[in-house]
């Protein structure tokens, strides 16, 4: 590759100049015509120039104004013949000589419209004395025939010098510095029966040819530096050096594994084809690869050299490997993951369950401060069962007297918290629980159908009771879900809850609510069931054993509010100190 890259410097002004011989060039007579009128299309951004008048014998500068309507708008545009410039779309119009006597016809097209625009053909570089090709821009996408050939003004073919046209592709057998400059190539087009001469630019710079100064630049890689490798898997070596063009000598680039660091025992390593890419028409880049088929522990000790020749001189870069440190990626990827996947999963349980964490942060945190400041100690709620009309007279609903209870009624409830099996065990709780909390245990109540007044706002009147009250305790029997005024009560002790207030809230369920959870008609609202399943319960059967419903009423009394609980206590306290003294 490097020997035809070279070859081609060599034999191209050879090529050339059996070109020129071959072909000669044609003088075109009158290569500016005469015609009074001439159309000329140039394209947006480039170099013009507008042309000159010759006659026979004696050449004349001329100056073209702007004439016909054009001149309203642009009165003061003017151009002299061989004088470049850009083009404008605004440049488009009719120009008359200042005598008069010709005219010329400008059009300039936007680039956007061209087939095949590229801006990289306007400049051409060539190297002195080697010869070269200028090609006309859109060559491979235009009609090339009939195109003539201007540096300047002047036609090529009217310069004594060796060079050729074919179609559209001149070619200088040999170049000189002075043939720096800009070439136009006009293009003959017919378009509705009027000639078009289309001009498009070349910008030609002719470099003269200079040894190399200096001795090859190595890229890659920087000196003393380090690779890292897997053991057991194949490695590319790649060194990457910049020469200084030279014709008569082929660039080297080599790579050598030193042993033990030794630069005199050194092996020359099995490399690919080198890669060449101009960079400049002054600089060669080559890019030269070596290859480890398998990396073992031996290349780790030794050092790799790249080392660069040209005519100058030498240049040399000593590197090592090392072995790859494996990224311990569950660690480095795997931990951020798990915390953003962990930070999105609680996003969603939130937003899932909030209505559930609400209800038992609020259920079993409660602060209580305000509860010196309410009327009621329980809000009790249950349902009448077709089993509480059986009751004996002496579970009927309490009165509000409070807590009258002499020394037989203490007994009594000392009595009734050892489970009397022939007794109490058979009573509905909705009959039990009235008498213990506010005969024997000495709470407030209020009783839906003893303290709401008849005839009243049902509504209002319940969700003021619960807000005057400490706690709501509502009794799940079978009927109870299923009585829409008990699942109201229910409901607003729930909102309660949720709006901050220092309310508790208890469900009791029996056991023939358990046994009874078949779907309602309607069902209830989600908040409801929702807190169904997360609200603080106890659960009631009279048919358990005895060891069962004495964990009942002890929970019971553990659940009641902490401050009424501890009065009980005092209270029951002096009542055994009075009855001590009074016997």
Same mark, same amino acid.
């Given at each position: ?9 060599? &034999? ?8 020129? &011989? ?32 010759? +006659? ?18 642009? #009165? ?7 004088? #470049?410039?850009?083009?404008?779309? %605004? ?28 801006? %990289?053909?306007? #400049? ?17 996408? +235009? ?5 003539? $050939? ?65 001795? =090859? ?33 082929? =660039?080297?680039?080599? $790579? ?184 024997? $245990?000495?709470?407030?109540l209020c009783l839906p159908e003893r303290d709401l007044l008849p005839g009243g706002a049902y509504t209002n009147d319940v969700v003021l009771g619960i807000k005057r009250s400490r706690m709501l305790i509502c009794v799940l029997s ?35 609510a358990s046994a009874s959870l078949t779907p309602l008609d309607p069902p209830p609202s989600r908040l409801v069931q929702t807190a169904l399943k997360v609200l603080p319960r106890l659960t009631y059967s009279s048919e358990a054993s ?6 009942? $009423?002890?929970?019971?009394? #553990?659940?009641? =509010?902490?401050?009424?609980?501890r009065q009980v206590a005092d209270m029951e306290c002096g009542m055994s100190f009075s009855a001590r003294k009074d016997s």
């Amino acid at each position: 590759m490097q020997t035809g890259f070279y070859l081609f410097y060599l &034999i191209s002004p050879i090529l050339l100049w059996g070109c020129c &011989i071959r072909k000669q060039q044609k003088k075109m007579k009158g290569v500016q015509r005469d015609a009074t009128n001439q159309h000329f299309r140039a394209v947006e951004g480039e170099l013009f120039m507008m042309p000159c008048i010759k +006659s026979l014998k004696q050449p004349a500068r001329t100056v073209w104004f702007r004439s016909g309507e054009d001149k309203k708008t642009n #009165k003061d545009l003017t151009f002299d013949c061989g004088v #470049k410039f850009v083009a404008k779309v %605004s440049h488009s119009g009719k120009y008359t000589s200042l005598s008069g006597s010709r005219s010329i016809t400008l059009e300039v097209v936007e680039s956007v419209s061209l087939r095949c625009f590229q801006p %990289s053909e306007a #400049k051409v570089t060539l190297r002195v004395h080697t010869g070269g090709e200028i090609y006309c821009p859109s060559h491979h996408c +235009s009609n090339n025939s009939d195109t003539i $050939w201007f540096k300047g003004n002047k036609a090529v073919s009217e310069q004594r010098r060796a060079s050729c046209n074919e179609e559209g592709l001149l070619r200088l057998c040999e170049t000189y510095e002075e043939d720096t400059g800009l070439y136009f190539c006009d293009r003959q087009l017919m378009e509705e029966g009027i000639q078009w001469t289309y001009r498009r630019a070349v910008d030609v710079t002719v470099i003269t040819h200079l040894e190399p100064s200096k001795c =090859p630049w190595i890229k890659y890689p920087a000196a003393s530096m380090t690779e890292e490798v897997e053991l057991g898997q194949p490695h590319i070596l790649t060194c990457e050096v910049f020469f200084d063009f030279e014709v008569d000598f082929l =660039p080297k680039v080599q $790579w050598f594994m030193n042993y033990g660091d030794n630069m005199e025992n050194m092996t020359p390593l099995h490399m690919e084809e080198p890669q060449q890419k101009q960079e400049t028409l002054e600089v060669i880049e080559v890019i030269q690869t070596a290859v480890i088929p398998e990396v073992m522990l031996q290349h780790l000790m030794h050092t790799f050299t790249c080392i660069a020749t040209n005519s100058v001189g030498n240049s040399s870069v000593t590197m090592k490997l090392k072995q790859k440190t494996k990224a311990n990626w569950p660690p480095l990827v795997g931990y951020p993951f798990a915390a953003f996947l962990l930070v999105v999963c609680l996003g969603i349980l939130l937003r899932v369950k909030w209505l559930e964490i609400q209800l038992m942060y609020r259920s079993h945190f409660q602060d209580g401060r305000h509860d010196g400041d309410k009327e009621f100690d329980v809000f009790l709620s249950f349902v009448w069962s077709p089993l509480s009309a059986e009751a004996p007279q002496g579970f009927t609903l309490p009165s509000r007297s409070g807590c009258d209870c002499n020394e037989e009624e203490h007994l009594m409830s000392k009595k009734l918290m050892s489970c009397d099996e022939s007794k109490t065990t058979q009573k509905p709780l909705e009959v039990l629980l009235p008498h213990v909390l506010e005969v024997h $245990w000495g709470y407030r109540l209020c009783l839906p159908e003893r303290d709401l007044l008849p005839g009243g706002a049902y509504t209002n009147d319940v969700v003021l009771g619960i807000k005057r009250s400490r706690m709501l305790i509502c009794v799940l029997s079978a009927d109870y879900l299923a009585d829409s005024s008990a699942v109201f009560v229910l409901e607003s002790g729930i909102q309660a809850l949720l709006k901050k207030s220092s309310i508790k809230l208890l469900l009791i369920w029996t056991s023939e609510a358990s046994a009874s959870l078949t779907p309602l008609d309607p069902p209830p609202s989600r908040l409801v069931q929702t807190a169904l399943k997360v609200l603080p319960r106890l659960t009631y059967s009279s048919e358990a054993s005895l060891r069962a419903v004495d964990n009942f $009423w002890g929970s019971l009394r #553990k659940a009641m =509010p902490q401050s009424r609980k501890r009065q009980v206590a005092d209270m029951e306290c002096g009542m055994s100190f009075s009855a001590r003294k009074d016997s």
